[in-house]
């Protein structure tokens, strides 16, 4: 009864063997061919965290240039008012001893941190006469229109723009060459004096 036993637990030996060694040649190809993940995740956490801190930074550093911003728009508005203050007296001083001074140099509209704005404008002229602002070079018939119709009638508002009033001139009018020219003569105009 027992004479062919040994032959088949041979084989089932043998199949079980095999398929042992199948099993774990099957699972090394889909297990463990896979690199290790954790030194992947220890890699993308510390780029995770490089990129976080540069965030941090890229913000930090973009305040500080705003502030610096800030700070210059500041500065340059307070050296033209300063610049301003200075013509003004120029002006007074040659008003009162009729001399005409040396136009001081204008600043021109360069660029600035302060946004542009518009200048005080009026509804219509002052007595219902307007200056001729052709008188000032730069200043054409179609410009002296153009102005008008923005509400700029007289010398003496002219004579009181800023950078900011001429960055926003120059936008407005579309013009090729600043209008920080005009201010300088305006004001000589705006004393009663001629510019030649």
């Known amino acids: ?39 992947d995740r220890a890699l993308d956490q510390a780029r995770a965290a490089e990129a976080e801190a540069a965030k941090t930074r890229l913000v930090e550093i973009g ?45 021109q509209a360069a660029p600035s941190p302060a946004m542009p704005r518009a200048p005080e404008c009026l509804t219509q002229a002052r007595d219902g006469t307007p200056d001729d602002l052709t008188l000032i070079r730069g200043i054409d018939t179609d410009l002296e229109q153009a102005c008008r119709g923005l509400g700029i009638y007289h010398h003496d508002q002219i004579a009181g ?3 900011a009033v001429i960055a926003w001139i120059d936008t407005k009018l579309d013009l090729t060459e600043s209008s920080a020219s005009w201010v300088e003569q305006a004001r000589i105009l705006a004393r009663g004096h001629r510019t030649d």
């Open 1 to 39: 009864m027992f004479e062919g036993w040994g032959l088949l637990l041979l084989e089932i030996w043998t199949l079980l063997v095999l398929a042992g060694i199948i099993g774990l040649i099957s699972g090394w190809i889909i297990w463990g061919s896979r690199p290790d993940p954790s030194p």
């Open 63 to 107: 305040a500080k240039l705003d502030r610096a911003k800030a700070d210059l728009g500041r500065k340059d508005m307070r050296v033209r008012a300063l610049e301003v203050e200075l013509d003004g007296l120029r002006g007074q001083l040659a008003f009162t001893s009729g001399a005409v001074p040396a136009p001081s140099p204008v600043p």
């Open 161 to 163: 723009w800023d950078a």
